[in-house]
């Protein structure tokens, strides 16, 4: 057998938004017991079949890099996180739907991936002060992911969601909103499912240009 075609997906957001247990249940299929802080950066890998049932029908390792979230000031901080940010394919960015600052940060993360970070790290870049233009030529797929919907009460429920979208029209990306510690989110044939197998296409897809 052949060796699979890999490609590398970030996975970005502050800490403690649940970028571990949103990885495991990725490339588990399992709810992450015992979540712990991410030091550096670690990869797991989920298998993907790029356009599944077609002719062009190809299976690669998706390599998901779930990298540190802390935010400190020190040029080192950033300077050290840029080594995880070469030769990527994707970015799935991961906020916690219960800290709106963390919604926030995830335009600072993509701009630092992306290497169009003009303000130092750890300085919030809110929504009034993101310019659309700066990814008018982006090439990398995006995803957003907001966690932990199930600690929001169903009374407002609707008008959270209703602000995070705005990040998805900002990014230019598909939303899903879930739960880590509930797989039925992720079920196969769900809305959620079909969008995350879209997004792996289109980072399948840059991979197979490549």
Known sequence: MAALDRVKVLVLGDSGVGKSSLVHLLCQNQVLGNPSWTVGCSVDVRIHD???GTPEEKTYYIELWDVGGSVG??????????????????IILVHDLTNKKSSQNLYRWSLEALNRDVA???????????DREQFADNQIPLLVIGTKLD?????????????????AED??????????TNPRY?????????KLSRFF????????IM
Do not use: H, M, W
């Not at 929001?152 to 990040?167: C, D, G, Q, S, Y």
């Not at 296409?201 to 197979?208: A, P, R």
């Open 186 to 194: 992720l079920a196969a044939g769900s809305s959620n499912a079909v």
């Open 120 to 130: 130092p790290t750890g300085v919030l870049v809110t929504n009034g002060d993101y």
């Open 50 to 52: 790029y356009k599944e």
């Open 201 to 208: 296409d289109k980072v399948s897809q840059v991979n197979y």
């Open 73 to 90: 000031s020190a040029s080192s901080v950033k300077s050290t996180r840029a080594v995880f940010y070469n030769l990527l394919n994707g």
């Open 171 to 180: 990014f230019n990306a598909e939303e899903i909103n879930l739960d880590c």
């Open 151 to 167: 600690q929001i009460p169903e009374t407002k429920r609707n008008e959270v969601l209703t602000r995070t979208a705005f990040l």
